[in-house]
């Protein structure tokens, strides 16, 4: 029973700080079975959570990984990132981050061993034309997929505004992560008793101290970083800034580069993923 005398704060299933609470209790699993399952066609009740970094070196920037999801029974990483003010840079930070995963994912020793990876990035965005989308990269010499990697994106304001009619659970799973308030959670989720066991968890997240710290630091965080974001690019004036931003985004791009090179990952499929010259890149793989 909750207690009606004190303050209940919103928490939102758009927040890795959510994600990573339900996902860990066994009662939520078939919860994100579905969602996921309905994205990549796997099921993941497998997998497990792993909290992981890639770090630069640079204490004023790591390469922060939301969320992965792993198994000990399959060759595949699952990386989750939950895009609460998407935009172009973020897109292609969480691009950078896969091809990162990918070179990350060659075990060194005599037998070299593959994992596939998997992104998913679910989007607080409408799209004009579809809901979801998939992506493969593409060698530019043999014009093969390269089956290693994907990239799947997930358009939640389309799916905003659908409740459940008894047969349109993974619509309606997707939907929920849209709400702005418990009564609108539940009226999305009717009388599906997966979705309203999440929203009674939500509900007593709410009045929990010691979650809503956490919760309320992450939310304040991406709220500070897409501010900066927003007034970096508005800005025109801020050179300083831009002039910092564009050299940040070229430290990721090298260091995405020699990560690749390192794994024997094609100098012309890494040219196109990170947009460096092939010069640059020679140059990079003999530092190597």
């Known amino acids: ?18 994600f990573k609470h339900l996902f860990k209790i066994e009662d939520y699993k078939e919860f994100f079975n ?18 992981a970094e890639l770090n630069s070196g640079n204490e004023k920037r790591d390469y922060r990984l939301d969320l992965l999801l792993v198994s000990d029974l399959v060759d595949i990483v699952i990386s989750i990132e939950m895009n609460q003010f998407p935009s172009e840079e973020a897109k292609y930070k969480n691009r950078l981050y896969v091809y990162a995963l990918l070179a ?6 005599e037998d070299i061993k593959k ?15 579809v809901s979801k989308a998939s992506y493969s990269v593409m060698d530019l010499n043999t014009h093969k ?4 990697f994907k990239i799947h994106e997930v358009y939640l304001e389309n799916y905003k505004g659908i409740r459940y009619n008894g047969d349109n659970k993974e619509e309606m799973y997707l939907s929920l992560f ?23 968890e939500l509900e007593k997240l709410g009045i929990d101290d010691k979650f809503g710290v956490i919760y ?5 965080q991406k709220r500070m970083i897409n501010t900066a974001r927003n007034w970096g690019y508005d800005d025109g004036k801020a050179e300083g800034l831009e002039e910092g931003k564009k050299e940040g985004k070229k430290e990721e791009k090298v260091f995405i580069a020699k990560n690749l090179l390192k794994n024997d990952i094609s100098i012309e499929v890494i040219s196109e993923s990170t947009g460096l010259s092939i010069e640059k890149l020679e140059e990079l793989k003999k530092e190597a």
């Open 216 to 220: 309320d630091n992450e939310e304040m």
């Open 34 to 51: 579905v969602i996921i399952k309905s994205i990549i066609d796997m099921d993941i009740n497998d997998f497990k959570l792993h909290d």
């Open 115 to 129: 994992k596939q990876v998997i992104q998913i990035n679910f989007n607080k965005e409408k799209h004009p034309y």
């Open 145 to 148: 997929e390269i089956k290693d």
């Open 178 to 200: 849209t709400a702005t308030s418990y009564e609108e959670l539940r009226e999305i989720a009717g009388d599906d008793k997966e979705a309203l066991k999440i929203v009674d």
């Open 1 to 18: 029973m909750l207690e009606e005398n004190k303050k209940k704060r919103f928490i939102s299933l758009l927040s890795d700080t959510t």
């Open 104 to 109: 990350k994912s060659l075990n060194s020793g």
